[in-house]
């Protein structure tokens, strides 16, 4: 690699500036969070907190006393619709995926499907209210779950067939000539292929579902199924409002995708198929 | 009262590993493949031979189950399987691109048609390595695809069809990703493979040495049609078409514009040379349909080793002098360009042959090799 000197600064300059616009808000959330009300309020604002104030975060995670129960109870429920919404979208999505892939089923209708998602929410919000009402199933996690794998199905189909085009299929090939079914050569060869194209899919899905907040707040009305972007709107009513309160719930809510993500990273890398065939 | 009783054509039993009847194919409008009929005995080694788009690799693909046909049957051992599943055809593929499943070792790779059909693992493991030492592999069975040179993939390829015994290998193209060297060597393995195991095998390749020197049997392709059937030699010695003649042999058969004359069931040759007397030879046993057509002119086909100095006494060689235009010593041969009836004819000198460009020598015909084809149709006569 021989760079020149002039070309280095300028992507270094690049990086920088993109690290800081990305990473400012956080930044800026953070510090909201761990500084007294006062500050918060001055003006010309103080960037830097004049003391440094965690009690927010112990007070969120105290079931005695404290907001802790509705915290954790939204933090729960959040955890539930995401994590269900997204293991039944990429459930039904791969075998979708591949018959759109391999099995020539019709464009036509993963268009459609696409299309339901184009819609703008509220178009579904009256029928769907009225349905789930009808059937007792409002304020309910389930509810939740039903409505988030819907909106999810068509865009982790759409993702995982295109990436499951891009796979060899000689591979595949391969393992119907050794006698393999379907559904034996899609869970031995095609899944483990294709597990950087799951593993993204399921990141960007849980975060879809995660920061879902119109169908949330509708359909939920309580603890017992409030996520926590609709309970980060509880944290500012009332009579007076602390802005650290709302910043120190915004902080947890972005650990848990911040923490799949991880978690995820060590499978999306490339060149699992490396070594299959011959390019 | 209709009868119940099959026809007898459906009775009766075959003992052939393989039949293609009437196979034809079509992609939308397009017919790769038209009215196939292919046969191979158990044991035989089918090499299918053809230019890039003669429809042979298709042709595999179908017989493996693959790709459907438009029309047509296709049996293995006896049982009509054109409209079964791969996985039911009780037949193994060696891709070109190899395929290896790069998810599992070596040893995993071999042993997952064994998987699939639930041999357990303390059987499989035993089978696995019994291929493996076949193919000279035993060291890599823990190893990923990711780590295997070419040669060695392909090895691991070929065990894992070898290691379940099955009715019919399929090879498509599997040395074309090889280096020269490495090519010639791993066909020498598969034809002792072929020996050793008497498998019944079918090969495609578009490289005509590779389908001479594997084969049994050849079937050479063109434009979706079997142009010929036959051992190597017949092949060669006997194309029944100019395209065969063409194809087959490197470097490949001349073939020149000629003027016949028939005196006496004895045909006289003319072959017109530029800047150059037209060269005569005389052809004592033509064959008939040469007689037949008497006078006219056609195609004449000589191989470039029918063309030689050679200097031994052979009363069916006709030695001419020739003006050599280019002359390309190869080592163990000197090939000799020659302009004669319309094209650039090769002959195929001894490689220490003391012959120079633009010089006149004296070239050897060997009459009794010559091919006559018609020049309309292109068919042998």
New interface residues.
Partial sequence: MNRSIKYSIFLYATAVLVTLFTLLPLVWIFLMSISSPHDLTKAPLEWIPSEFDFSRYGRLVDLDNGSGERFLSALRNSLMTAGGATFIALLVAVPAAYAFSRRNASMALLFAFLATIMMPPITYILPLYDIFSQFGMLNSTTTLIIVYSAMLLPFATWLMKSNIDVLPVEVEHAAFMEGASTLFTLRRVVLPLARPAIAATAILSFLVAWDEFFYALIFTNDLTAKTLSVAIADFSAGRVTDYGVVAAVGVLATLPPAFLAICFQKFIVSGLVAGSVKG | MPSLQKPDNETSISSKILEVRGLHKKFGEVEVLKNINVDLDDGDFLVLVGPSGCGKSTLLSCI???TETTSGVISIGGDDVTTL???QRD???V?Q???????MTVAENIG??L???RVPLVERKPLVEKAAALLKIEDLLDR?????S?GQ?QRV?MG?ALV?DPKLFLFDEPLS?LDAKLRVTMRTEIKRLHKRLGASIIYVTHDQIEAMTLATKIVVMEDGVVQQTGTPREIYNNPVNMFVAGFMGAPSMNLMQADIVVKNDVAHITIERENDQPLVLQDDAPPSAVLDRQNGSLVLGIRPESMTDSTAPDKQVRIVDCLLDVVEPAGSDTYAVIKMGGIEAIARLHGEASVKQGERTGIGFNMSRLSYFDPDTGLRL
């Avoid at chain 2, 691109?97 to 998810?103: E, H």
Wanted: charged fraction near 20%.
């Fill in positions: 493996a189950g693959l599943d791969p996985a037949i193994a593929m891709f691109s190899y395929a290896l499943f790069p998810n997952f048609g998987e699939v059909r990923k695809p990711a780590h295997l070419g993939r390829a894992r379940r990703n």
